[in-house]
């Protein structure tokens, strides 16, 4: 074999051999992609809240309905889990998982589109961004709320006023 012949192989050669790996990473990454899709996490909650222990959870199904009832429209949720802390009831959670964390993403702002168009029971008083995410305080009802994005998970969580601002710390190391 001469010598152009082996000079021309051996980029080839590279180029299948380079090519090969990005098809089997490319095939790993979808697999994983299709696996968590199809088999998303439970969401779970804390056993307690600012000192105050759960009372009631509802989980996966259940939730996810629930969740949907509140908003009066269907979301692509995938988990969910709700608890409600304390004897009266003085802290509740809502935790909604997604596919994705760009859907989770779109549905936080989606959340404040509709928010800032003040035709809804909750007035923003605050949004604070912390390390890598924004955190959305909110007045209404009674209580105070915050909401934002934990990877794929968005929250929403309602406290006594008296609180919340311990219940919004811990939700925050909770769901980092």
């Given at each position: ?7 021309i192989?051996r980029p ?11 098809l089997?990473?490319g ?11 199809a088999?998303?996490?439970a ?11 759960l ?5 996966g199904p ?5 969740i949907?009832r ?8 995938d ?9 009266t ?7 909604a ?8 993403k779109?549905i936080?702002?989606?959340m ?5 168009l003040?035709n ?11 390390g890598?995410?924004?955190i959305?305080?909110?007045d ?8 934002f994005?934990?990877g ?5 969580l ?5 609180v ?13």
């Amino acid at each position: 074999m001469s010598a152009e012949k082996r000079i021309i192989r051996r980029p080839i050669a590279g180029l299948v051999i380079l090519m090969g790996v990005i098809l089997m990473t490319g095939s790993l990454v979808l697999g994983y992609l299709d696996r968590s899709i199809a088999n998303p996490e439970a969401t779970k909650l804390p056993k307690s809240i600012a000192g105050f222990s759960l009372n009631t959870a509802t989980y996966g199904p259940e939730a996810v309905a629930e969740i949907t009832r509140l908003h009066g429209k269907e979301f692509p949720i995938d988990s969910g889990a709700m608890g409600m802390y304390g004897d009266t009831n003085q802290i509740s959670l809502w935790v909604a998982g997604f596919a994705t964390r760009i859907v989770a993403k779109q549905i936080v702002s989606a959340m404040e589109e509709k928010i800032a168009l003040g035709n809804s029971p909750f007035i923003p008083t605050e949004q604070k961004n912390i390390g890598y995410r924004t955190i959305y305080r909110l007045d209404g009802m009674g209580q105070k709320h915050i909401y934002f994005q934990s990877g794929n998970l968005v929250l929403w969580l309602a406290a006594d006023p008296k609180v919340a601002d311990e219940a919004i710390q811990k939700i925050l190391e909770v769901y980092p």
